[in-house]
């Protein structure tokens, strides 16, 4: 690769040019005609930044352009007949250019002659493929010769491409050096325009979360209007029926399968229900008590421990729901006469519940911490007992707050995946009886996507309208969680 | 405020006998024990929610531990291998590719016969021998003859894997009585077990293999050596791209940014990316990583950029903490004697919110490390058997190797699955444990 070799020469030459600087300021600063404006060692940086970032730049942008370029000038080099195949098609011409490609490097300098003298029309191509065999490169049929002549046009492009480009960074970076040297001056600003480069860095990365929440959305909004054009909105969002009907691999379409939304979705609210059933009285009465009853020995052990069930990972409560927990509600279901399968609505929301205990109680302990003192005292003063105190001054201070935490334990749930991926079953009912399995959106985005497949079928498409329709939700309940929570903390500050 | 709104009981004035205000006090006497008793109910009710919560940490603990610790031994037996220059190498030219093909399965038939005393000439004995050792049992001899070649045509003792069905039944995990269609063993070969259990041929060891191999159909020779390489190659792509990352923009965030609509925007980003469920990380590395930029699916560098975004809020918001925290009598000191704004940052500001950072980027890697649905997003599905050499080979992670194995029909890989959940656990805690005794070292209060 040569960007990676180009990237580590610059490295170098940054290094050389920072020790040079270095070298230079110190004898400036011996002469002793004027004070340095800033330290040695930012004169080196200066020299370093001037060497580095010009010619890195370029080659970065350089090689994110060059495979389409390149890929560009290929394509647009094949016969009439071929560019007018479909794009599925296409993409199988590209497919076997590419491997052609791959191959001709390994070749030795003569065959590599014989090839060249295929592209060009003085052999067959089957000599082409004969010395290509020999080195392993495996072609199903004789390649057309417009697939040798476009993988040998694609080599020498790359090849030629590599030269300019190491050539073209070797010398932005001699003339930043050359630049930043001439520019090297007792009285040069050198710190401030190291710290100017260094802010611009610091902006660059805190804008990594924008574009990441961008990415997340473009990328599945793109996706998701793909799907469309094979299933409509409608019978995506209000569809009943989930039968996505995987075809057997190469027959291209395969049957029609239904995408109804409502199953899942059902499946999804009525597992964090269950879940938020659980983890709210449980999560909010150990906070309460933490929080206003508890000793302080009691307060540090009881707390960590309680902690440590927000710090295992979501695979091992799946794991644990799937070979105890599942099986143990199973069998007590069956001792009293319930019919409970192992993988149901029951036993996802009761772990998922377990899960959830630490987020609800560490967020509620937060909240009802801010409480102030005086209200407490207040109600104390009138001859409240503590309970009373708690419930009717400090729940209903505490409330809003309380209500954001909640909200952000439902969105937990909602995206949650490898709980119910373990413990609550692949079948999309639609059901209310929570001794049977049901799905949730998660668990139909994970077996969509798991696998090989093939991108342009709505089978795996439709996984990122599940994940947009996720996405779309949690962010909403987050957004709305979270002005809440923070309009509260500001009620007290 | 609340309080006036409160209907709290009122306390009884001072009065007289015949005063309206006894009866009311009466009332209130009469009130009292109801009000205690709901007091003491209600304290209960927090007893009771924590104890819930600690129940279910000691269930979920118990359960694994119980499970999984005999994931740490494995059944193994000692023979007396002759190996046999005739089957090995027969032309007795050492090469390379005969000494690979060789049936080194029959060997070790031949010297378990031995050892149990089963006729090595009846073809169904040495079949039903040959059930009781590990398919893999080739391998294991052939490393051995690759390794000294000189020891061909002598008896060296090896131990060799027997097989799942035979580590369940020394574990316990099968029962004896059961019918012999079900158990999977013969009586006959029950009998063997029996006696080279008795003759010390056949013994549970440390199973070394649990943390070296990779993955396996076999249950006996399945292991999480790989998919560990892959969890490092992951975190080292967390830890060199998120920290700097994560880092920079917290300094940017709480040193620099005027409150703006920029820097808001910038703030409900991180805070809500903090709270996107995992998987939709997953879908976008599908999306962005493989499909657009072309990396390689299975790729551990693919995980690892998943996961850096993921872990970017809550290194970013662990860092504005800790740097928050620091007082500004410090900034105010180093601006004082002349340094710049960057300097103060870099020589004093970042420096002191060390701890902090460090604490919340642990925290991060550990989330990172137990993550487990993005990564089935980008094809970290895959039966890897060779180590990762490079973040591009194909790779998987020690979490999504336990819900492989927990999907796995075959239920030999039960313990396995326990057991590489314990060992998730124990990492994660120790990653945890050193956060907090990082925090208490360093934590300074100001």
Known sequence: MPTSIILLGLCIAALLAFVLGLARANALAKKGDAQLHSLPGYFGAYLALWTLLPALIVTLAWSAAEPIVIRNMVSSGLPENVRALSPAEQSLVIGRINAVARGLPKLSRDDYDIVRKARYGFTSPADAQRVLQERGVALGSAPESYVIAAAYDQVELQSRAALIITGLAAAIAAFGFIYANWRVHPKLRARNAVEAVVLVALILASTVAILTTIGIICSMLFETLHFFNYVTPWRFFFGTEWDPRFSAAGSSGGGEGQFGLLPLLWGTLYISIVALLVAVPVGLFSAIYMSEYATRSVRTIAKPLLEILAGIPTIVYGLFALITFGPYLRDAGGYVGLDISASSVLTAGLIMGVMLIPFVSSLSDDIINAVPQSLREGSYGLGATQSETIRRVILPAALPGIVGAILLAASRAIGETMIVVLAAGIAANLTLNPFEPVTTITVKIVSQLTGDLEFNSPQTLVAFALGLTLFVFTLGLNIYALYIVRKYREQYE | ????????????????????????????????????????????????????????????????????????????????????????????????????????????????????????????????????????????????????????????????????????????????????ETRKLSDQQISWIDKAVANGSLEKRFNTGLFTNGASSNPETAGIGVALVGSLFMMMTVLLLAVPLGVAAAVYLEEFAYKNFWTDLIEVNINNLAAVPSIVFGLLGLAIFINFAGLPRSASIVGGLVLTLMTLPTIIIATRAAIGAVPPSIREAALGVGASKMQTITHHVLPLALPGILTGTIIGLAKALGETAPLLMIGMVAFVVEYPTSPLAPATALPVQIYMWATSAERGFVERTSGAALILLALLICMNLIAVILRRKYERRW
């Not at chain 2, 129940?55 to 190996?83: E, W």
């Not at chain 2, 090995?88 to 060789?102: E, N, V």
């Not at chain 2, 097989?163 to 004896?176: E, S």
């Open chain 2, 1 to 180: 405020m609340a309080v006036e709104t409160v209907p709290g009981p009122l306390a009884a004035p001072v009065s007289g006998p015949n005063d309206p205000g006894a009866a009311a006090s009466a009332q209130i006497k009469k009130s009292l024990s109801r009000r205690y008793a709901a007091e003491r109910r209600f304290r209960i009710y927090g007893v009771l929610a924590i104890l819930f919560g600690l129940l279910f940490l000691g269930l979920l603990f118990g359960s694994i531990v119980l499970k999984g610790y005999t994931a740490f031994v494995q059944s193994s037996f000692r023979l007396d291998v002759f190996l046999d220059r005739g089957v090995i190498d027969p032309d007795g030219q050492r090469d390379h590719s005969a000494l690979m093909s060789a049936d080194y399965t029959k060997l070790a038939r031949k010297a378990l016969a031995t050892a149990v005393g089963a006729d090595p000439d009846s073809k169904p004995q040495m079949r039903e021998v040959g059930q009781l050792l590990s398919r893999d049992v080739d391998v294991q001899i052939r490393k051995v003859v690759l390794d000294d070649p000189s020891l061909i045509g002598k008896t060296v003792p090896i131990w060799v894997l027997a097989a799942g069905r035979v580590d369940m039944l020394l574990k316990g995990q099968l029962d004896r009585d059961l019918p012999p």
